[in-house]
């Protein structure tokens, strides 16, 4: 069903029907307008991410100063300094949609600015999953013996895979392999 401002509603097959012609008729946005909302949409998810991120970061800059950071095993030293970029990395990808945004300002790049920033977020993601993995397991290791240390990571692994892109995932394949290809109702439409 396509309904949209001042249209009504009439039964529509959405597969045949340009994402264009949709959000215009669904939502009465234009396609600079969807833009503009794609890339708001961004910025607040970046926003909740990075505060994630930011505090693994404040708490990890805050470890090496501690006394009992002069007693853990080589592996854990190592460890740390992996999290340690894995969460600056992190940063930089979540952060940089800001950076390209203001490099690109006013030159009429709008369309590539929501596809980058999409990207980095996505890249930024996934590289923050790898932070909190091996923070787990860099405390797991400490408090723990290795063995439980590796099983309590891979759970977490697993749990944020599972819920960070397995279930967009399916739940997008779904959408997509039913045949049905509405649109009617995404935030990132």
């Not at 592996?75 to 940063?91: C, D, I």
């Not at 709008?110 to 930024?124: D, E, H, I, K, M």
């Not at 819920?163 to 935030?187: E, I, K, M, T, V």
Request: hydrophobic share 50%.
């Amino acid at each position: 069903m396509l309904c949209g401002p001042g249209n009504g509603c009439e039964m529509v097959d959405t597969t045949q029907v340009s994402h264009s012609d949709w959000n215009e008729a669904a939502r009465g946005e234009t396609d600079l307008q969807r833009l503009d909302r794609n890339f708001a949409e961004i910025l607040q998810e970046l926003r909740v991410a990075q505060t994630g991120v930011q505090i693994l970061f404040a708490f990890l800059l805050t470890l090496a100063f501690t006394e009992r950071f002069t007693q853990i095993s080589a592996f854990q030293t190592n460890l740390y300094l992996v999290t340690m970029l894995l969460t600056a990395a992190a940063t930089g990808l979540l952060i940089a949609p800001v950076g390209y945004h203001r490099m690109t300002f006013r030159q009429k790049m709008r369309p590539q600015l929501v596809t980058v920033a999409n990207r980095l977020a996505l890249g930024g993601l996934g590289v923050l999953m790898l932070a909190m993995t091996s923070s787990i397991l860099f405390i797991a290791d400490v408090v723990l013996a290795r063995g439980p240390a590796l099983v309590i990571a891979g759970v977490a692994a697993l749990w944020f895979l599972v819920f960070w892109f397995g279930l967009p995932a399916f739940d997008r394949a779904r959408h997509h392999g039913n045949g049905n290809g509405d649109q009617s109702g995404g935030a990132d439409e």
